[in-house]
């Protein structure tokens, strides 16, 4: 069974860190590029961050940029989004997805498999 789990997720007071992990189980993610999206209450979902197949090339959101790292390591089966300078508008529900491409369609979340989510909280 092909499965995205992401982890990491939590309350955190804002200017905190979280990582958040993405694992995959029943294939591997070695020829998939990644991205990350969230959804807040009441608002569509964003892409935040994307990351290719080899890791030789990352994208970000404006909104995260400069503070938010992606990062992957194939030999875990596992991708991280790295989250500094938290801010109250960060909370959302963050989803990692992939089979998909980091050209301009990741905007679009034209991603064929996604996880569960994992919630984020920054909150004081």
């Known amino acids: 069974q092909l499965q995205l789990v992401e982890s990491g997720g939590g309350l955190v007071q804002p200017g905190g860190s979280l990582r958040l992990s993405c694992a995959a189980s029943?294939?591997?993610?070695?020829?998939?590029?990644i991205g990350w999206f969230r959804q807040a209450p009441g608002k569509g979902r964003e892409a935040v961050s994307c990351i290719s197949s080899s890791g030789g090339s990352a994208n970000y959101a404006d909104s995260v940029k400069g503070r938010f790292t992606i990062s992957r390591d194939n030999a875990k089966n596992t991708v991280y989004l790295q989250m500094n300078s938290l801010e109250p508008e960060d909370t959302a529900v963050y989803y990692c997805?992939?089979?998909?491409?980091?050209?301009?369609?990741?905007?679009?979340?034209?991603?064929?498999?996604w996880g569960q989510g994992t919630q984020v909280t920054v909150s004081s």
């Open positions: 997805a992939a089979g998909g491409s980091c050209d301009s369609s990741w905007l679009y979340g034209l991603f064929g498999s």
């Open positions: 029943g294939f591997t993610l070695d020829y998939s590029a």
